[in-house]
């Protein structure tokens, strides 16, 4: 007998009749267990967890819980229970007791093989993982497949995830407040300190781990470098060992000035040997204490932050010094391609912020070390409703990339209005780079185009401490669509937004339809009443990045032009006339973009210059468009309450008032927005609305 098995044991589920009433607050988020008992009841009541690591433990209990059982007694016994029953472990440690099963339909990393298997009169669901986490997936998975009552009575499915990196990032500071965050405070710190208290922690970390993530960066990337205080590193520890048993790995984001600023060095010069030496040192500090430490993430040369370029050193050197101290202990550096001048000169029209981080970073191709992961925004802009995908991932053919996505709705509507961006992401992540045959961006960032070990996702989520995690109900299904995406993009947008509609709400087919239609078209009302044809943000970008404030932009060194004047509006990109932006892309992408004839009209703006009387593909004119546009998105965003308001009654009241509240306010917003900018429009160009609706709305 081996060692896995004697350490197996068996769960008897005793149910629990106990149901008391309860607010719904929306804590449960996706993890609704009252469905799984419901579609559970031809499931077998045992649950077999075999082997000895924490992880598989926690996938054992999550299926008791679901269940709604009670853990029975531990059995210390290589023997299978001769009645039908769930049986979870990794490949190691189940295939002796299914010495039949074949190796090859494992997958490696993180997958996992969902299996039904008849055996001595018995009949065993199998969830076995190549690693402990794929035993969790598997078993999230499982559960998440009976909730949606999809028939689970036999099984044979090994998915595996796109890329190895799947994470996310809190900008949450050290004093407890959250950069860009709309839904209370943090739930990691407070007052200069951890919190003491992390239950909320381990609720996060369990609803990553329900959607594959496995990494998550605590603090905001504008760090403070009293993260990697001596005093830091306890507190550090508690989190993640609050995390490890859902196997999602601890990361921080520090600075780059920290051998200065906390190490007491006189320089932080990326190849001064002393701050190596500080580096090293410090990530072997961290190892000790936490071994299976994810990495950092660092933000440099970027709004103000210290950087290379002080030294005039490159992002390779600094990503490289830090990297080498992560390496031994398999750890990954994350640096952010987000750096760019914010001085620059508006009068300029060469000038270009979109260039920043393609002209910074692809020089360095090939210079960076093994485990350093570039993270690249999905536009070369800033999280905008609206950009095309960085030319950057069609770059770096010799350097690990990973995208940056926005679950925290920075400048799509921050919770208060509902914009569900899987459809956006869906567009980035298949835009084809045509880097080198068919090359669109999820199989890049996977690596699997130019074959990197490392690669993945990075999303800023920053939930708070309200109890439903982000604010807006309705937001949780970016959080639960990021997740599902970094494990296979594939999905549609269709099918995330039903399975989280079913997941959150039930299966009712009523609320089904109407949730995932209302969320599949909210990102194109969002648009419609505040960016239009790609015009660069028309949000006021000065102070909070929310509401128009349509000169914000202009005027100033921060590059998120969109250049409208009394002729015309857009930024002229192009190779031909323009800043050469579109000169950053291949061959095939420049010949979409270069020439009117063939840019789509959804970007237009972003590439081109024109006339208000340009006209587009549709046929409309650009300022018509303008008008039409902010009209018909306001009409959309008043029908949102009406497509609500039809789950009257379907659905909890506590969760039905907060969202038509939320929704109400957003299309009386939606108003606001719609005649700031038709009004302004209307100034500006001199030009009626042809169909006479301004004034009178
Ligand atoms: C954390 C935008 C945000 C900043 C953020 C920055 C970044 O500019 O407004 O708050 O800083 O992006 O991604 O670093």
């Known amino acids: 007998m081996r060692d896995a098995f004697c350490l197996a044991y068996i769960a008897i589920l005793s149910p629990i009749s106990i149901h008391t009433a309860f607010a719904e607050s929306g804590a449960e988020a996706w993890l609704r267990y009252s469905q799984v008992k419901e579609g559970a009841t031809s499931l077998p009541n045992r649950v077999a967890v075999v082997g000895n690591s924490e992880i598989v433990r926690t996938a054992g209990s999550e299926l008791v819980r679901a269940l709604e059982g009670r853990p029975g007694k531990r059995v210390p016994t290589g023997e299978l229970p001769n009645a039908d029953a769930f049986v979870l472990g990794t490949w190691r440690d189940i295939h002796p007791l299914f010495p039949s099963l074949s190796r090859s339909r494992v997958p490696s990393g993180d997958g996992f093989w969902l299996k039904t298997v008849p055996q001595h009169g018995a009949k065993y669901w199998l969830i076995i993982g190549a690693s402990n986490r794929g035993v969790l997936y598997g078993t999230f998975s499982l559960l998440a497949r009976i909730a949606q009552q999809q028939h689970v009575l036999t099984l044979d499915d090994s998915p595996s995830p796109s890329a190895p990196i799947r994470w996310v990032s809190q900008w949450d500071n050290l004093d407890g407040t959250i950069e860009r965050g709309y839904a209370g405070r943090s739930i990691f710190l407070d007052n200069g300190q951890v919190r003491g208290d992390l239950t909320r922690v381990s609720e996060y970390a369990r609803l990553l781990a329900s959607i594959g993530i496995n990494g998550c960066a605590i603090n905001n990337v504008n760090a403070d470098p009293r993260v990697l205080s001596s005093e830091m590193l306890p507190q550090l520890v508690r989190i993640a060992d609050t995390f490890r048993p859902w196997g999602v790995k601890l990361a921080i984001s520090v600075d780059l000035s920290s051998p200065m600023a906390v190490g007491g060095l006189k320089t932080f010069d990326p190849l001064d040997p002393d701050v190596a030496a500080w580096w090293k040192k410090a990530g072997d500090g961290i190892y000790a204490r936490i071994p299976d430490f994810g990495g950092f993430v660092v933000k440099a040369d970027s709004e103000g932050r210290s950087g290379p370029s002080q030294y005039g050193r490159t992002a390779a050197d600094a990503a490289n010094v830090i990297a080498r101290a992560l390496r031994p202990h398999h750890g990954v550096l994350l640096y952010r391609a987000f750096v760019y001048n914010h001085h620059l000169d508006w009068r300029d029209l060469k000038a270009d912020r979109a ?19 570039i993270q690249i925004k999905y536009g070369p802009i800033d999280s905008q409703v609206r950009e095309p995908a960085s030319p950057l991932f069609g770059a770096m053919p010799n350097t ?97 937004a039903a399975e989280w509609t079913r997941l959150t709400f039930g299966n009712n087919p009523q609320v089904v339809s109407t949730i995932s239609k209302m969320l599949l078209s909210s990102w194109h009302i969002y648009e419609s009443y505040t960016g239009p044809l790609g015009a660069g943000t028309l949000t006021d970008i000065l102070g909070d990045h929310y509401g128009p404030g349509i000169e914000s932009s202009e005027h100033n060194g921060w590059g998120q032009w969109h250049r409208a004047d009394e002729h015309g509006i857009g930024m002229d ?48 004119t650009v300022i018509q468009h303008i008008y039409d546009s902010h009209y018909e998105g306001a009409e959309q965003a008043a029908e949102l309450v009406t497509q609500w308001k039809s789950l009257h009654g379907q659905i909890d009241d506590e969760r039905y008032s907060d969202v038509l509240t939320r929704l109400e306010y957003q299309a009386g917003h939606a108003i606001v927005w719609r005649d700031t900018v038709v009004n302004w429009f209307f100034k500006t160009s001199g030009i009626m609305d042809a169909k006479g609706r301004m004034g009178h709305p």
């Open 400 to 496: 690990s990339q990973a995208i940056e996505l926005q679950v925290t709705q920075e400048y799509t509507g921050q919770q208060r209005h509902l914009c569900f961006l899987v459809p956006m992401w869906k567009e980035i992540l298949d835009f084809d780079m045509h880097a080198n045959g068919a090359t669109p961006v999820k199989k890049i960032v996977s690596g699997e185009v130019w074959h990197r070990r490392l690669g993945g996702y990075n999303a800023v989520v920053n939930v708070g401490l309200d109890a439903n995690w982000l604010g807006h109900p309705l937001a949780m299904a970016n959080l639960y669509g990021y997740g599902r995406l970094a494990w296979n993009p594939n999905l549609s947008a269709e099918e995330i």
């Open 355 to 373: 260039r920043a981080a393609y002209d910074y970073f692809h020089p360095l191709d090939g210079n960076f070390d093994e485990n350093v992961v």
């Open 573 to 620: 990109r192009t190779i031909a006339t323009g800043t050469g932006y579109i000169g950053q892309y291949s061959r095939e992408v420049q010949k979409r973009y270069e020439w009117l004839a063939n840019c789509p009209d959804e970007l237009l703006l972003f590439m081109h210059h024109v006339p208000y009387t340009f006209v587009l593909h549709s046929g409309n």
